[in-house]
Structure formats: structure tokens, C-alpha cells
């Protein structure tokens, strides 16, 4: 009983902080974040299958973002059918090779027993896959990439429903963690890591570099939302009737008519923004919330229990008959899976995809230090993490300048020390959350809400 009262108290604190933020500051701003906590609530808990199941490390949580990301694009944007003219035979062909390259690699694998010809015949096999690759894709890329660089560049998408692709930025980060699976689960725990960043590196690389793609660091704006646009509800008469209806209190005050016109306009624009991010926090947390029911089915079933003996004791699990590499393939496919829907789920919220701005720190180190903070193991934890380090790395540059302010108000306008500490506040976030990992690692060491083994 004490640990779920734990439980509703952290998270009482939380969402709490969250609502004074739309006391203080807006509504807006508030929902903003809390959708943005929802986000890295699904990301820790794909870090937290892999990590608090099984003990993998998994240093390439930005790979797997920025695929679901991509997904966005390839799933709900409209094609470009001047760019598939151009260059889209080409680009079809070049799949055509890799997946001759795969078969023909597995056809290989099966038939020829370990030995220096089967190293000889798969190299070469990779190597002539490559340069045909090359010589088919080479001009359909330079005709794609120059059908108006300005506004498109691309193929496109298949201009599907956007919430398509957070299934299919799923089974993308899925798919490229079987892969890397199969080749890096056999490495100790600090090369899995070094391998996973690297490997999350090469794809943003070619994310970033292949404007075919997805345009590259020219980014894709303007993509499809699954709820309303705030212009088309500030136009609608149900709308505007409901705000009205709303503050009629504070309409009332008003005299004129004028005054009083201007003020609902103001009225609807706000609302509109917060009608649109309630929404979107509707979906995410249904999203968190099935997520959360699944995990925690999954933790106190025989197969959890598997999982955990896995990850305290692999020598002694693969003595009692357990395939350790077959469950560790799963769950890291599980994991970034997870993680490749927050990815999609991030670029639904932002409306864009911008390649340059994933990078380790914010994808991946962040995350890790959010699944630290709330607990490894404990799905309520990472949860809890997610929340608290993001709402710290939003609000940590305004509490710094409300404290700056408040302790150096006897100072004047002009001082050196005063002004530096203003123009630093931003930086702040870095050295709240330092100082809250340091806490945390020094007197709760298993995180705020640590793992708790309820035995069945």
C-alpha cells in the first residue's frame, strides 16, 4: 500500500507544478509541456523495457527517434509526383538490389557452412550490391533532388493519416533494432553502448545528407495534424460561441462594443491554442496510458519474471534452459520500437521535421537521465522521470531569472555580475539537472520510485 501512495504523491507533486505553471505563467505554456512530458514518458519507457527488464544498454535512443520521426514524413505527406517522374524508377530499382542483397546474403548464410568462401562470397555480394546501387540510384537522386529544391526535392509521402505513422515509426525503429541486434547483443555491456551510439549516429547522418529522403537539413514543415488548426477554429461560429460563452463574465464588464469585440478576438486565439494542445494531450495520453497497462502486464508475467532473472543472472538463466540472446534480440526490438512511436509522436506535436536537431544529448544522455531519476525497473518511475526532468528542462532558465532577480534586486540595472547572471539563466537547465541527478544518485540511488518485485 506504501509504495502506490508513493506513487499518487509524486505524481500529485507533478502535476501540481504543471498547474501552477498555467496559473503563473499560461495555460498554453503549461499544456505544452505536460504534452512534451507525455512524449518522454513513452521514450523512458522504451529505455526502461531494455535497461530496468533486461540490463541492456542502449546508447542509440536518437536513431530510433529520428526514424519514427521519418515515418511522419513517409506515412502523411502528400507524394510528389514530378519527383517520382524525375527519379522514382531509379529509387524502386536500387530497393530492388537490396533486397536481392539480403536473400541472396541469407540464401548464403543457410547453404554454405562457416568458412573463408562464405566470408568471400557475402563480401562480394555486398560489395557488387553497392556499386549497382550507386549507378542505378546516382541520377534518379540528382533528378529527385532537383525537382524545386525550394519547396520539395523529395518523393514525398503516401499521404495517409498521421496517426498511421506511429505504427509504422514502430515497426522502422523495430526493424533497425532487429538488425543491429543481431549483430551487437553479442557485445559486453560498454561496447553495446559505444555501438548503439554509433550506429544512431549513422543514421541521422543519412537522414540528414539524402534529400531524396526526406529534404534533409531543409527540413519538412507544414505536416498533417490529427486534430484542428487554431485559424480554422478562431473562424468557427461554435467555437467563438463557446469562448464567448465562456468568459461572460469578464465580457460583461466591458462597455463598448468595440472594446468588447477586440477582447473576444484575443479571447479566441488563446483558446484556440489550448483547445489544440488539450487535444493532442488527449492522444498522448491515451497513448502513455495503454503503453502503462501493457508494461506492467508484461513486468509480473512469467515472461517479466524471466526477463528480470535474465538481466540479475545470465549465466545461471541460460543454465536453467533460458535462450538469453533470443529474449535480449526481443526486448531490444520491444524497446526501440517504443521508442520510435515517441518519435512520431514528437514531430505530430511540432508539425515539422528537422534531421539537425537530433543529437545525443537532448535523444538520448537526457532520456537515460530521466529512467535514473524515476527509478529503473519501475514502469510508474520512468514515467515519473520523464516528467520531472523535462518540466526541469523547461522551467529551469524562468526560475533561474525569478531567483537572479529576486537576489540581486538591491543591485543596479548596470552591474557586471547582474547582467552575466541574466544572460546565463538558459544555462541553468544543465545545472538543475546536474545537481537533481546528484541528489538522486546520492540518497535515493534507486531513483524516486525504485523497483518494487511484488511477488505473485
Request: with cysteine; aromatic share 10%.
Amino acid at each position: 500500500m506504501k509504495q502506490y501512495l508513493n506513487v499518487v504523491t509524486a505524481y500529485a507533486i507533478m502535476f501540481t507544478l504543471i498547474i501552477l505553471v498555467g496559473i503563473f505563467q499560461s495555460w498554453s505554456q503549461a499544456l505544452s509541456i505536460l504534452n512534451y512530458c507525455l512524449i518522454s514518458a513513452v521514450m523512458t519507457m522504451g529505455a526502461n523495457i531494455q535497461w530496468g527488464y533486461a540490463g541492456l544498454i542502449n546508447f542509440g535512443i536518437m536513431g530510433y527517434t529520428a526514424l519514427g520521426g521519418l515515418a511522419v514524413v513517409l506515412v502523411s505527406v502528400a507524394p510528389v509526383p514530378e519527383a517520382w517522374k524525375a527519379g522514382g524508377l531509379n529509387m524502386i530499382g536500387s530497393l530492388g538490389i537490396i533486397v536481392a542483397m539480403i536473400f541472396s546474403i541469407r540464401h548464403v548464410l543457410k547453404r554454405i557452412q562457416k568458412s573463408k568462401k562464405r566470408n568471400y562470397l557475402i563480401a562480394g555480394i555486398i560489395v557488387i550490391g553497392l556499386l549497382l546501387i550507386r549507378l542505378v540510384s546516382g541520377p534518379g537522386i540528382e533528378s529527385i533532388e532537383a525537382v524545386e529544391p525550394a519547396k520539395t526535392g523529395f518523393l514525398g509521402g503516401l499521404g495517409m493519416p498521421i496517426l498511421f505513422s506511429w505504427i509504422v515509426g514502430a515497426f522502422f525503429a523495430g526493424g533497425l533494432a532487429y538488425i543491429i541486434g543481431k549483430i551487437a547483443l553479442g557485445l559486453r555491456a560498454d561496447y553495446l553502448a559505444i555501438a548503439t551510439l554509433l550506429i544512431a549516429e549513422i543514421v541521422v547522418s543519412i537522414i540528414k545528407h539524402e534529400d531524396w529522403l526526406a529534404r534533409g537539413v531543409k527540413n519538412v514543415i507544414g505536416l498533417k495534424r490529427p486534430v484542428p488548426y487554431e485559424i480554422d477554429l478562431q473562424t468557427s461560429p461554435w467555437f467563438i460561441n463557446l469562448v464567448e460563452k465562456f468568459n461572460s463574465g469578464k465580457l460583461k464588464v466591458i462597455d463598448t462594443i468595440s472594446e468588447r469585440q477586440d477582447v473576444l478576438n484575443q479571447l479566441v486565439i488563446d483558446a484556440s491554442s489550448v483547445y489544440v494542445k488539450l487535444c493532442m494531450t488527449g492522444l498522448f495520453l491515451t497513448v502513455v496510458i495503454i503503453l502503462l497497462i501493457v508494461t506492467q502486464k508484461a513486468l509480473y508475467s512469467p515472461w517479466g519474471r524471466k526477463m528480470r532473472a535474465i538481466r540479475d543472472n545470465e549465466e545461471a538463466a541460460g543454465a536453467m534452459g533460458k535462450n538469453v540472446v533470443k529474449e535480449h534480440l526481443l526486448i531490444f526490438i520491444l524497446g526501440s520500437a517504443v521508442v520510435g512511436i515517441a518519435g512520431a509522436m514528437m514531430v505530430t506535436n511540432d508539425g515539422l521535421f528537422t534531421p539537425g536537431s537530433y543529437r545525443p544529448m537532448r535523444y538520448t544522455f537526457v532520456i537515460w537521465v530521466m529512467v535514473i531519476v524515476g527509478g529503473t525497473g519501475n514502469n510508474f518511475g520512468a514515467i515519473l522521470g520523464g516528467f520531472v526532468v523535462w518540466f526541469l528542462w523547461v522551467e529551469a532558465a524562468p526560475i533561474a531569472l525569478f531567483l537572479i532577480n529576486f537576489f540581486t534586486s538591491h543591485l543596479p540595472e548596470t552591474n557586471a555580475l547582474k547582467i552575466h547572471l541574466i544572460q546565463s539563466a538558459p544555462y541553468f537547465r544543465f545545472l538543475m539537472i546536474g545537481m537533481g541527478v546528484l541528489l538522486i544518485m546520492r540518497y535515493r540511488p534507486q531513483g524516486i520510485l525504485p523497483e518494487k518485485i511484488i511477488k505473485q
